[in-house]
Structure formats: structure tokens, C-alpha cells
């Protein structure tokens, strides 16, 4: 079956502008993990659902990061306020069930904040 | 903030070669995973060993953990130039949901 999709890849955005990004899981996988990968490093932890409960959010890095999976399915990333120190590419991965399992990875989002 | 650290940092070898790569780790783990990242790609699952595994093999790959060590290492026999990528352990820590990945090994293989 299809893998793990994100769209936009690519997004460019103002400072001060919000952001969201998608993610479309494999089908039937219960978690849903956010990374953030900056240039040259290994993805860091932003956020883990198992289904639609957001059970993890302490690798946000601040406030203006949000994220939601309302049917337990899609999921949306959303930066308010973009940064620039919030550029770096952005990893979903979706497995059977947490951390138990391997993750499968989507391509990533590219976000470049001018 | 990352947990793993992977050592060598870079490793380039000629094809035919093996190449080994190492992961350090700092609390108790239910399982440790090896991943594979190509240039601009997303990250490929490799292998998995659980916390109660010593040693695991697939095809090339061969990965041992030493939980008293902390310590895990990756090794690929045979290389080809096909295997030049960054690559990752991560850990998935007791009683939490997080996975911690390291900051990688970036091994180029010459052909």
C-alpha cells in the first residue's frame, strides 16, 4: 500500500507568517510521531499520538507549535509566527503502535523562514 | 537534547569493505533501531533488536546491543557504493513514547 505522504514539500514563509503542514499516515497504523530535523543532525522528537490522543507533546519547542489529529487518521503540524530558527525540514512517521515498532517515514516538509 | 550518540561521526571506506558504526545510549531502553537516510530523503527503518536481544542479523546488516554497556553497533558487511547515506540508532526509552535518535553517522562508500 501507499506509504507515509507530507505535503507542501517544499514551503517557504515570511517571518511572523502561520504555517501547516500535513501528514498522511499508512493506513491502520494507531501512532503518529512529529520530528524536526535540523541540517546535518538526527531528527529531534516534537510530538506522539496513538490515534487521536495527543500523548506526547514535550519535544514542542514552544508554544506557537501545534498539533492535532482529530480522527486518528491525517495529522496537521501548525507553526504561528514562523522563526527563522524554526527552518529545518519536517519528519511524520506513522508505526503499528508506538515506539515498539518500527516507523515508517515520510518524505519531510522543507521549511525556509525568511 | 539528543539521547544517542553515534561515533564515527563520518567513515569513508572503499567498496568491499565492512564498515561499523557505533551508538551510545543513557537510560533504559525497550528496544534500540538502526535507520538509513539518503541525501534530501526521508529515513529508511533498517533494524530492530529489543532490549532483551544480543544480537540480530538481516542480509548485510548485522547489529549487536550491550545493555550493560549501553552501547549498540551496526555493521555492514560487503559495502557498495549504494549504501552512502547518513545513518541513525534510535531509542525508544522505558515507559515513555518518545524516540531519541542520534545525530548519525555519515558513511560514504568509493566505488
Known amino acids: 500500500g501507499a506509504g507515509v505522504s507530507q505535503s507542501p514539500r517544499y514551503k517557504v514563509a515570511k517571518r511572523g507568517q502561520d504555517v501547516a503542514l500535513r501528514c498522511d499516515p499508512i493506513?491502520?497504523?494507531?501512532?503518529l510521531f512529529w520530528y524536526q530535523q535540523a541540517l546535518g543532525q538526527g531528527p529531534e522528537f516534537l510530538t506522539y499520538?496513538?490515534?487521536?490522543?495527543?500523548?506526547?507533546k514535550s519535544g514542542l519547542p514552544s508554544d506557537r507549535f501545534f498539533a492535532e489529529r482529530p480522527e486518528g487518521s491525517v495529522s496537521t503540524l501548525k507553526i504561528q509566527r514562523t522563526q527563522q530558527e524554526d527552518s529545518a525540514v519536517y519528519l511524520c512517521?506513522?508505526?503499528?503502535?508506538?515506539?515498539?515498532?518500527?516507523?515508517?517515514f515520510g518524505p519531510g516538509t522543507r521549511l525556509t523562514v525568511t | 537534547s539528543q539521547q544517542g550518540e553515534e561515533d564515527p561521526q563520518a567513515l569513508s571506506i572503499q567498496e568491499g569493505e565492512n564498515a561499523t558504526m557505533n551508538c551510545s545510549y543513557k537510560?533504559?531502553?525497550?528496544?534500540l533501531q538502526w535507520y538509513r537516510q539518503n541525501s534530501g530523503r526521508g529515513l529508511v527503518h533498517l533494524i530492530l533488536?529489543?532490549?532483551?536481544?544480543r544480537e540480530k542479523h538481516s542480509g548485510r546488516l548485522r547489529v549487536t546491543l550491550d545493555t550493560s554497556k549501553k552501547s549498540s553497533s551496526l555493521l555492514i558487511t560487503a559495502s557498495r557504493a549504494a549504501d552512502t547515506a547518513s545513518y541513525f540508532c534510535?531509542?525508544?526509552?522505558?515507559?515513555?513514547?518518545?524516540?531519541?535518535f542520534g545525530a548519525g553517522t555519515r558513511l560514504f562508500v568509493k566505488a
Open positions: 493506513s491502520g497504523h494507531v501512532s
Open positions: 512517521a506513522s508505526s503499528l503502535r508506538g515506539s515498539l515498532y518500527e516507523q515508517y
Open positions: 534510535a531509542t525508544a526509552y522505558t515507559g515513555g513514547f518518545k524516540t531519541i
Open positions: 499520538f496513538q490515534n487521536e490522543a495527543q500523548l506526547d
Open positions: 533488536i529489543r532490549s532483551n536481544e
Open positions: 537510560t533504559s531502553i525497550n528496544n
